[in-house]
């Protein structure tokens, strides 16, 4: 792993990594609810969440290869699905067969730091083996996140992100 610290060129901040992968823990509608709210108006697990019975999400990967590390950079992301499409994922969650899916329309539900907005976003869900998050292709448009899951990224542009990241996400 080219994993190695170095200095925020903002404010000289020793950072650990980079880091390979930033993950949201939920889609931004349920972020976005009053805590106290959560329970009643639906539920979040690790890789799916419902809200009101009638908006559906899964969890997935926007993997973006980097030119110079054999080993992808990923953003951590949610989509929400069909209704037919989110009981198809629970109905083959541990179903070996659920690679050879068809792609599911997805619509991509966070806000990404660093680029234009990316909520709403337009993408494809492929879904991988058992235990494996799906893969989120981005519909190919000029949005700076799909140009850059085209073309790759490079380890500089990693380090950039994690400079970014560490101001806006100080907690992770
Ligand atoms: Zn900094």
Redesign the pocket.
């Known amino acids: 792993m080219d994993q190695q610290a170095f200095q ?6 020793t ?1 650990n990594g980079p880091p390979f992968a930033w993950h949201f823990d939920a889609p931004d509608a349920w972020s976005l609810l009053p805590p106290e709210d959560r329970a009643s108006r639906g539920e979040l697990s690790s890789d799916q969440c419902v809200i009101a019975n009638q908006h559906f999400f899964i969890r997935g990967l926007v993997e973006i290869r980097i030119h110079d590390s054999y080993a992808p950079f990923a953003w951590g992301v949610w989509v929400s699905l069909s209704e037919a499409n989110f009981a198809q994922t629970q109905d083959l969650w541990q179903n070996s067969e659920r690679a050879q899916e068809p792609a599911y329309f997805g619509w991509l539900c966070n806000s990404i730091p660093g680029y234009p907005e990316t909520l709403h976003l337009k993408t494809m869900v492929h879904s991988r083996g058992v235990g494996a998050l799906p893969y989120i292709e981005l519909e190919a448009t000029q949005h700076p996140l799909a140009l850059e899951q085209q073309r790759g990224i490079t380890m500089e542009r990693v380090r950039k992100i994690a ?1 970014q990241m ?2 806006r996400w100080p907690a992770k």
Not at 8 to 13: A, D, I, K, L, N
């Open positions: 925020c060129s903002c404010c000289g901040e950072l400079e560490h101001h």
